[in-house]
């Protein structure tokens, strides 16, 4: 059966990767990288996770001690905002061109 594993490890490698997500972008980010960011072997982080695509996916989706943005009553204007955009929506977008592949 073995040792149980240390709910702590996956906690600082979930950060490593958000971290070096953050700084670096997907193309970018390695196991390697985030094993090393976080002070564990690769080992250890494939024991938890099969791929790359699955420990993005937990560290970004699977957060469950994320904190959420305090509550302003104006989601919409609080969103484009953070965007960038103008508060008045989506008019103010550039127009979208579509993907030819």
Do not use: H
């Amino acid at each position: 059966m073995g040792r149980p594993r240390d709910p702590q490890l996956d906690r600082s490698i979930l950060a490593a990767t958000r971290e070096l997500l953050a700084e670096t972008g997907y193309q970018k980010a390695t196991i390697t990288a985030i094993a090393r960011r976080a002070g564990v072997g690769t080992a250890a982080i494939y024991r938890r996770w099969a791929t790359m695509e699955a420990i993005v996916e937990d560290a970004i989706f699977g957060r469950r001690d994320a904190e959420l943005p305090a509550a302003t009553g104006a989601l919409r204007e609080t969103c484009w905002r953070g965007r960038g955009c103008s508060s008045t929506g989506p008019r103010n977008r550039p127009p979208v061109r579509r993907s030819r592949i």
